[in-house]
């Protein structure tokens, strides 16, 4: 249960050495209701924001066509009856500025932009034994003390810039999908590339194509699209979830993705029915569109031959809407479906039948070299006015990691996850006491509606926090053998699936360099099942720890 009411006699066990109670690293939804359970405890909290204003990755990602792909009545907060009833989606699949008026509109509503330090980036923390506080420093020169820290840095934030050899001397110009600029870009009469084909580059690339002049798509991976089928919402839809809101939300809490309770998956095998009845359940799932596509059969992400199945399903329909064989073949993924993020599309497949849009397989002849003018592939130079990286993000890690972070006896996270990262329950570290990750690596985050597993993440170190003041304890962290089997049963999950056997950005596979590990739990809603289970048995896997001496 949350407990929303303030701590008694926080002042009291305050550590005399801290500023504020609490420093929060990012200012989109993580941080904002971070802030404000932070603030219903009584305590004192600072929050440090790279860009101008709230919203995280709403905030970066504002290339054309950027959208969420979880139905905006179902990504949204919950924990506020009023602010769920008054707002108002426009569309099934809200877009990037809408997010962007709702993150604003709730930094409004709970007065939070006064805690709130803008363009300015947290640079370090370091945990002072002595007076039980982290110090942490920002790209301002500010240095804050404080007794918590919450990383609310995001999982898809650190953006991933190809090391392609003559990207620097390219005069054209290049935009970057997660650093899309503020200003109006228009590509009108421009010769365009595209890299990349994840989730970023199908949705920017159907808009691009119908302001280029010409359009060259550089394909590594092809990727499996389902069509959003997106709309405007039906008011009458709206009222009925409206009206029942909060069961509506515990009903999605239950799914295994944190959304979708509508249309809740198929419990049955793939393989378990005939040729006509899985066609028929694969059309009505294609014809609602979206994620819920991978609903179909209960053994898609499992079953290497049930997965097989789908996958072609895919492809034909791709077939069926690129006119060209040749670009249809190449547009066909032959990875298992799922294995990476599925996209969630509009017009993307058929955008390839436009004749100022071409694709270029780079899969087989990689990008040689940018010139100053072009890109080089297979000797030959295309020549462009702007290329954008649709190249993604070093997921999960990077934007922790880019923060110089020394936790206990000095040890640094980053040589602690130099192998990998490692967490309990995608909560905390150890070795790093009263340091907390929302949706860190060990937890659902990435495979759930991100909101829904944010407010998980903030009730309950909310939670801890209101506990630990209340014991009279000076930090809480995690153990070492409690986090060994943690990732332990990541990893173990993670290989009786088909996720292993691709390269995703789940594995770190798409950063060069980057420890190749299975980083999400796979689990939704059994974690939250099992957080519950440990936090009653006093906090199982956790160490309370008396305030330092000095301290009190
Ligand atoms: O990034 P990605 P993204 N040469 O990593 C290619 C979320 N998201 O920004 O697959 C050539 O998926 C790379 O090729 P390959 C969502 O969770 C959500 O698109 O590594 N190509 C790949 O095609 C998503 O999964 C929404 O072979 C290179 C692409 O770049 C996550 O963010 C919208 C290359 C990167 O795809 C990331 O999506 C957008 C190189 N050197 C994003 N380097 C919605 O809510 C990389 N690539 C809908």
Known sequence: MSDHGPVADVNALRGSAADVDLVIVGAGFAGLYMLHRARGLGLTARVFEAGTDVGGTWYWNRYPGARCDTESVE???????????EWEWSERYATQPEILRYASHVADRFELRRDITFSTRVVSARFGEASTTWSITTDAGETVAARFVVLATGSLSSTNRPDIDGLDGYTGRVLHTGEWPHEPVSFTGERVAVIGTGSSGIQSIPLIAEQAERLTVFQRTPNYAIPAHNRPLDPDDVAAIKARYDEFRAANRRMTAAFGSRLPGNDVPTLAVDDEERRTMLDRRWEHGGLPFLGAFNDILLDPAANEVV????????????????VADALAPTNRIGCKRLCVDTDYYATFNRSNVELVDVNDE?????????????????????????TGFDAMTGSVLKIDIRGRDGCELREVWAHGPRTYLGLQVPGFPNLFTVNGPGSPSVLTNMIVSIEHHVDWISDALAHLDRSGAGSIEATVEATDHWVSIVNAIADFTIFPSCNSWYLGANVPGKPRQFMPFLGFPAYTDQVADITADAYRGFEFHPVHPDTG
């Open 75 to 85: 990504y949204s907060y919950s924990f506020d009856h009023d602010l769920q009833q």
């Open 311 to 326: 996958a072609e399903y895919v492809r034909d329909r791709i077939r069926s809407i690129v006119d060209d064989p040749a």
């Open 366 to 390: 990689p990008i040689e070299r940018f010139t100053t003018t072009g890109i080089v592939v297979g000797g030959v130079e295309r020549e462009f006015d702007s290329v954008v990286l649709a």
